[in-house]
């Protein structure tokens, strides 16, 4: 390890007593914290409460803050927020923010979700193939679907039909999810081709399994989203050349 020499900063500590990172209260009430050098890095107007730090040897996290204070005595933040090298980010203990006074924005992706299931024969659906799932996630993602493409390709029969079913699940409760219904969005085909639907189509399946009882009302826990969307594809054919593609996009948090 180097040994760097003592040198004096403006609090009296020296650099070779510091421990990284190091924050000290003076008389103005603000926290003034040190790099391992002396450094004045930052001056924290926030009180602070239980500021633990790690050593870097076994892990990334540089520090764990367990709780935060505003000036005006309100608890903005409860366990857990961790800064890391490398890969910073916000967490908390159950993986969502439960205090109604805190607000976390970020940036919405506008994202593709592709996928190709197989077509059933016989008029029997094949098996579902998942476009989007939040199903095992902590934190849980979040989408908000605007477009759907369904892609007919390959060969049809003389007769033959192929459908399609992509599936939008609604659950609400971000620790433990409870279904509150599936929406079902249905297109057929009988030769190749692409057909486009909107938000309008998809608020039309996905409307009667949405609760106003869910809406947020100061606890993350409660609110309602979207699971899983799926899709499957059944062809009226004893056999079939025909392939499916499903594409969804949307806003992706």
């Known amino acids: 390890m180097v040994q760097y020499p003592t040198t004096q900063v403006v609090d009296g500590i020296t650099s070779q007593s510091l421990q990284i990172p190091r924050c000290v209260q003076l008389e103005d009430s603000r926290f ?22 790690i050593p870097l040897v076994t892990t990334s996290t540089a520090a764990l803050i367990s709780r935060i204070k505003s000036s005006g005595s309100d608890i903005i933040l409860d366990s857990g927020l961790r800064f890391s090298f490398g890969t910073p980010g916000f967490q908390s203990a159950n ?20 996928g190709s299931p197989t077509p059933g024969t016989g008029g029997a659906y094949g098996s579902a193939v998942t476009l989007f799932s939040n199903v095992n996630q902590s934190p849980r993602s979040m989408i908000v679907p605007l477009f759907v493409s369904i892609t007919w390709g390959g060969t049809f029969a003389s007769g033959e039909t192929v459908s399609v079913e992509v599936n939008f699940t609604i659950v609400y409760g ?11 969005l249905t297109a057929s085909a009988t030769s190749t081709g692409t057909q486009y639907f909107g938000c309008k189509e998809i ?9 106003s009882n869910y809406n947020y009302s ?8 979207i699971s899983q969307i799926t899709a499957q594809a059944a062809s009226s054919a004893s056999s079939t050349s025909v392939t499916v593609s499903v594409t969804v996009v949307g806003f992706h948090t």
């Open 32 to 53: 003034y914290c040190f790099d391992h050098r002396g450094n004045l890095i930052n001056i924290q107007k926030t009180d602070m409460y239980s500021i633990n730090t």
């Open 95 to 114: 993986g969502y923010f439960a205090n109604q006074f805190i607000l976390f924005q970020g940036w919405p992706s506008l994202s593709v979700y592709s």
């Open 174 to 184: 971000t620790i433990t999810q409870t279904t509150l219904g599936t929406g079902t």
């Open 203 to 211: 608020y039309a399946v996905i409307a009667p399994y949405l609760n």
């Open 218 to 225: 100061g606890s993350s826990s409660n609110n309602q989203y």
